[in-house]
């Protein structure tokens, strides 16, 4: 009976055994096919985000919809996508995110900027999988309130050869870990990313080249429609800080061979906050005028020819020659605060440069128009002073020797003579008003250069006078003098040589034009000194110009013994 009842177990167990594996066959068939169909519908998901990222142009909107894609596909709570630097460092310059509430990353405070796990994968560029981040070596843990995070699934995103960033995902759904299958379709994603990104790169590059191309035409459309040069330099300054997203944009324009003047900053509002930004880079400015060629720094607090000014705020900072047909005439200035370093390493330094090179030309063009305006102006001075003189005054010296000669028919009617006679001191001081009214139209008040302004003005006194005038600048009188002293200092220097010409028969005069925190102008002559009752309104003239400016005018003269005019007035 005992082996009769062993049998016929073994003949049951024989019998349960072909249905125990066709089932773990069939469950095994099933997961097959579960895990085809999760694949079709993986890469039905890859394929919509890739056409999905296809439609953004934008550079930021790719980006978000990378991390969202990411979280999709792998079934992550948590996605982020660090971009890299383009320091030495290799170190994240953004971080953004997927599935954290704006709450949680305000409690979490600073993105990390690629150090421990996070920086590992920088190193080593690889796909990395793990079951726990917290067993991880490298792993730092995790700042207060941030969310729990265990499993881990990171992959580097290229741009052709350049690992553009990192894709990190967290928490796979379920509480599982990431699997083989995570892996293949994120790096997938990762690979379209890639094309995606660089396409979205080269439209932002294409929209930047844009954006310089408009600021340049719209330089030229305001010179043709403006003489006034200042505004253009400052819509110049004004249109590269905005293109190029700067804090700070300045004009440095060659004043004489060892000379620079900022002439006009846009980004007041971060000069009133650190006065030394306004002459950040003036060490620098000067190389890029000297040398031709542009400059890039990447922080001006490193960079010893910054001399240290300017840069508790600033951080990089970008020059660009302004190149015309006689050389460079001065430097765009370019700087960045520390903060927005990113802004400046999306601009490419050509570009400002071309837009510098195309400003520059437009304000020579500008500028010789001005001077061809300027020249007919004086062209009709001077015919004014031609007819004047030639016309005018000899017909008045006619009037006055035929009056002179109708006074000695009338000796024996001393009322009438004394009547002819005041007529002809009155033609004599008419005829002295004209030829000051000539003097002063031949002179060049209009020139916005103060040494030539005044070199001209001791050329025109020296054909009146027979003798030249001496005349001698101390210190930087071309960047000192500004656009508002500049006209009233070659009025005063011009009423000043036509007293000497009209009253001082003098044999020498110097003239002396001083620059340091006072504009001092000084004009003396070995003349007969001024008369008891000589009308001063010229004199006063020059004292109001004076007070205008906040400065003062002192004359000091002796019969006999000379004149001296000592004009003062602050420099800024």
């Given at each position: 009976m005992t082996s009769t009842?062993?049998?016929?177990?073994r003949a049951d167990e024989a019998a349960v055994a072909p249905r125990t594996g066709l089932g773990s066959l069939l469950r095994e068939v099933l997961e097959r096919v579960d895990e085809v169909v999760d694949d079709q519908h993986r890469l039905q998901l890859l394929l919509d985000a890739v056409v999905g990222l296809a439609s953004d142009l934008s550079l930021d909107g790719v980006l978000d919809r990378?991390?969202?894609?990411?979280?999709?596909?792998?079934?992550?709570?948590y996605a982020a996508l660090g971009v890299l630097g383009a320091q030495s460092d290799r170190r994240l310059q953004a971080f953004i995110t997927h599935g954290l509430t704006e709450q949680q990353r305000e409690l979490i405070g600073n993105p990390p900027r690629g150090r421990g796990l996070l920086g590992k994968i920088i190193d080593r560029p690889q796909p990395l999988?793990?079951?726990?981040?917290?067993?991880?070596?490298?792993?730092?843990?995790?700042?207060?309130?941030?969310?729990p995070m265990r499993s881990f699934l990171g992959v580097p995103l290229r741009v052709r050869d350049r690992v553009f960033g990192n894709l990190y995902l967290t928490e796979k759904a379920g509480g599982g870990d990431f699997t083989e299958g995570d892996e293949s379709v994120v790096v997938a994603l990762a690979a379209a990313a890639g094309v995606m990104i660089e396409n979205a790169q080269l439209y932002e590059e294409g929209s930047r080249r844009e954006r310089w191309l408009s600021a340049t035409a719209e330089i030229a459309s305001l010179i043709s429609s403006s003489g006034d040069s200042e505004a253009v330099l400052q819509t110049i300054a004004d249109r590269a800080r905005e293109v190029a997203k700067a804090d700070l944009a300045t004009v440095v324009l060659r004043r004489s061979s060892d000379e620079l003047e900022r002439v006009v900053t846009s980004g007041v509002e971060l000069a009133e906050r650190d006065p030394g930004a306004l002459v950040v880079g003036?060490?620098?400015?000067?190389?890029?005028?000297?040398?031709?060629?542009?400059?890039?720094?990447?922080?001006?607090?490193?960079?010893?020819r910054s001399e240290g000014r300017g840069t508790r705020l600033l951080g990089p900072a970008m020059l660009v020659p302004l190149r015309q047909d006689d050389g460079v005439q001065g430097a765009l200035c370019l700087a960045w605060t520390r903060e927005k370093a990113p802004l400046f390493q999306e601009v490419d330094v050509s570009?400002?440069?071309?837009?510098a090179e195309q400003a520059a030309l437009a304000l020579q063009v500008a500028r010789a128009r001005t001077d061809q305006q300027r020249l007919l102006v004086f062209e009709d001075r001077d015919r004014i002073g031609r007819d004047l003189h030639d016309l005018v005054i000899q017909r008045l010296f006619a009037v006055g020797l035929s009056l002179e000669n109708t006074s000695r028919m009338l000796a024996d009617r001393p009322e009438m003579a004394e009547r002819v006679a005041g007529a002809v001191d009155d033609l004599d001081s008419t005829i002295k008003d004209i030829r000051r009214s000539i003097f002063a139209l031949s002179s060049a008040q209009e020139s916005g250069d103060v040494r030539s302004a005044a070199l001209d003005l001791v050329e025109r006194a020296e054909?009146?006078?027979?003798f030249r005038p001496t005349l001698r600048f101390v210190g930087p009188v071309g960047s000192t003098v500004s656009a508002r002293v500049a006209p009233h200092l070659t009025a005063v220097l011009a009423e000043a040589l036509s007293n000497v010409v009209k009253h001082a028969g003098a044999r020498s005069v110097d003239v002396l034009i001083e620059a340091a925190n006072d504009i001092t102008l000084t004009v003396r002559d070995d003349g007969r000194g001024l008369p008891r009752d000589a009308t001063h309104s010229g004199l006063a003239n020059i004292a109001e110009r004076a007070e205008q400016l906040g400065g003062d005018c002192t004359v000091e003269s002796t019969p006999g013994g000379g004149t001296e005019v000592v004009w003062r007035v602050p420099a800024r």
């Open positions: 009842r062993g049998a016929d177990e990378i991390v969202a894609v990411a979280c999709d596909l792998s079934g992550a709570r999988r793990l079951h726990d981040i917290a067993e991880d070596p490298t792993s730092f843990g995790f700042p207060p309130d941030h969310p003036a060490s620098l400015a000067g190389y890029v005028v000297t040398t031709g060629e542009a400059l890039v720094v990447s922080d001006l607090a490193e960079d010893p570009l400002p440069g071309q837009f054909r009146m006078l027979k």
